[in-house]
């Protein structure tokens, strides 16, 4: 049996590795902040109540990300969400990034999911594929089309090269 200091440092560390994270991929995809905490919350909660150990830290990134995007998935279906009044939640600065951030915002969640893992998270194209639960190519397609979409909405149709 493992003790409860052991228990403290692994949710420790857990949170350190893994919670800005999964609030930034929480709130890419439902855009609120409030939203994005709970999702977190359940994140978490069903991170320290599963009780199993994976097989490395790899893995452990992996499950994190699948399960928010899970439950993300899930707000969008819940019922409370199609009955609540919309308020505007702008976590983007007014500084050089927020136009690039603010494009990025306004592609579709799947894009959305693919650029922040990509170029936030570092993560290749076979790694946001087994995230993700997708084939490689479907990643590679909607890399591709999220850049496409993005150098059109930043550069309004033209290209300076």
């Not at 994976?54 to 994190?64: D, G, I, L, Q, R």
């Not at 990509?118 to 190519?137: F, G, R, T």
Request: glycine share 2%; with cysteine.
């Amino acid at each position: 049996m493992k003790s409860s200091v052991d228990t403290d440092s692994r949710i420790q560390s857990c949170l350190t590795n893994y919670a800005d994270m999964v609030i930034r991929i929480a709130y890419q995809n439902v855009k609120s902040t409030a939203e994005a905490e709970d999702i977190a919350q359940e994140v978490f909660l069903k991170r320290f109540t599963l009780g199993t150990d994976f097989k490395s830290a790899e893995h452990e990134k992996a499950w994190m990300i699948r399960v928010t995007v899970n439950l993300c998935k899930d707000y969008f279906k819940s019922s409370w969400f199609r009955k609540r009044a919309v308020l505007d939640d702008n976590l983007l600065s007014h500084d050089k990034n927020s136009e690039v951030l603010d494009a990025v915002m306004r592609l579709p969640v799947k894009y959305r999911n693919v650029i922040y893992l990509h170029y936030y998270e570092d993560m290749s194209v076979a790694e946001i594929a087994s995230a993700l639960q997708q084939k490689e190519n479907t990643v590679s397609s909607w890399l591709h089309r999220a850049r496409k979409q993005l150098k059109v909405t930043l550069t309004g149709g033209f290209d300076d090269e």
